[in-house]
């Protein structure tokens, strides 16, 4: 049997959506929805499945679908995955379940986060709550709530801890350094790409468990390690991995360089874009330089774009090895963003003022691979030239807080400074636990998630045997 075509979704026109901050991609109708739910084969060893990071019955939720049971549907996907409206629309799928989909040896995969997302909406329209019933760990639930636990951060692997320890009767406090909870979700993935509202809808969900938020609370300034590590039974660090690393080259110093994490906050959590509506400004110019090739690049350079400027990416490696979600990149291109590859940055040039004028660059070439296994750019002497910007990005990456971490006693990090767990969690100092980014390194939104999860169990395990 032919396959019919990838069911298109609906979308903004480039044109039109690269002058406003909403949604690009608008989501499937039900018909749409069915009609691409009926081209997944059911297959009997669905390899789809395990390129989820959570491992959710894919093939399971998409034939409730296609036969029209939304609610069933939705049942299924929020057993395995608590946030199914934000994983559908940012997992970079084309590396995970879509990737692994068979239907891509003779067409397009099944678009599985488009399938995830628009279960998740309808459930949302539609005020569908979920009640989760099963527990793979059975836990003495009357004493749960004599156990109290700090979580510490809110994205999305804090938050998923909080949710599933929450839900079992937890005393769970979830300490925020920010003023709004969420994480990247909330100041570093623009509302282009994830309305705000929903990230919000799914906290508010976690309110009704009883755990408590707070607010503008850093920990290891606002309130101690040592006064955390004593109140609570255990602790989960979920703090990501959000210093920004920075080029160091000549001339950083010069007004209009950014730091895309500055820039993205800016526009995502202070909603700078509606200045003076919102009271925190931005200054951009008309010629804008992104370095770097990833979500956080593409992030940052569709959001320049959409403040009226020229946008430019450089790039040193070229498109293929570019870490961003395809689909992000296609919409970049869509919408005008401009690539520059094989390209870096040697020296920001300024005026007698102090703001930058030009970037002079440096062509590069690829040579043998990495240790990521892509191939490691190297420099062609004497290939320097000059671009006219008045404004500059930087996307180039981000590292741990190590500040925080070298307050807690007996933690293990590795040589870039992320903490060493086990598999559930578990740091060398057993009541500490930690998952997601700080982990990893900066990794995705899946992951963090999954993190969370293991976390959860081994904290459940943990206080289970210290009673
Ligand atoms: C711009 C951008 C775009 C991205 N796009 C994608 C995408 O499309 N798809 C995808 O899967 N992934 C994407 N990622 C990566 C993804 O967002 C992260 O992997 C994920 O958010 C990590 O989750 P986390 O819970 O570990 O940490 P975070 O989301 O970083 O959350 C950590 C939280 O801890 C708080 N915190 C830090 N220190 C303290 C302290 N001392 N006390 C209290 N709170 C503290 C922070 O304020 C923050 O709210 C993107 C990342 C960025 C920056
Ligand atoms: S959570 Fe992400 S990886 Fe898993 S099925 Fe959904 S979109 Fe795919």
Known sequence: MAVKDRIHMPEQPAEVRKTNFSEVALGYTPELAQQEASRCLQCKIPTCISGCPVGIDIPGFIKEIANGNFESSYKILKSYNYLPAICGRVCPQEVQCEG???????????????LERFVADWADENNIEYENENTKFQFNISKAKDKKVAIIGSGPAGLTVASELGRYGFTVDIYEALHEFGGVLTYGIPEFRLPKSIVKKEIAALEK?????????????????????ESYDAVFIGVGAGTPKFMGIPG???????????????????????????????????KVAVIGGGNTAMDAARSALRLGADVTIIYRRTEAEM?????????????????????????????????????????????????????????????NFILEMDTVIEAIGTEANKFLLSQFPDLKTNKY???????????????????????????????????????????????????
């Open 417 to 467: 400074g992320y903490i060493i767990t086990d598999e559930y969690g578990q740091t060398s100092n057993p009541k500490v636990f930690a998952g997601g980014d700080i982990v990893t390194g900066s990794a995705t939104v899946i992951l963090a998630m999954g993190a969370g999860k293991k976390a959860a169990q081994g904290i459940m395990k943990f206080l289970s045997e210290n009673r």
């Open 100 to 114: 692994l989909c068979i239907l891509n040896k003779i067409g397009r995969s099944i678009n599985i986060g488009a």
């Open 323 to 383: 870490p961003a979600r395809k689909a992000e990149i296609e919409h970049a291109k869509e919408e005008g963003v401009k690539f520059y590859t094989l390209a870096t940055p040697v020296k920001y040039i300024g005026d007698e003022n102090g703001n930058l004028v030009a970037i002079e660059c440096i062509r590069m070439e690829l040579g043998a691979p990495d240790e990521s296994g892509r191939r490691r750019p190297v420099e062609i002497p004497n290939s």
């Open 209 to 229: 468990l009883d755990v408590r938020f707070f607010k503008n609370i850093p920990v290891g300034y606002a309130i101690s390690v040592k006064e955390i590590l």
């Open 252 to 286: 950083s110093e010069l007004n209009g360089v950014y730091s895309a994490n500055e820039f993205l906050t800016r526009i995502n959590l202070m909603r700078a874009y509606k200045f003076p509506e919102y009271d925190t400004p931005i200054r951009i110019g008309k």
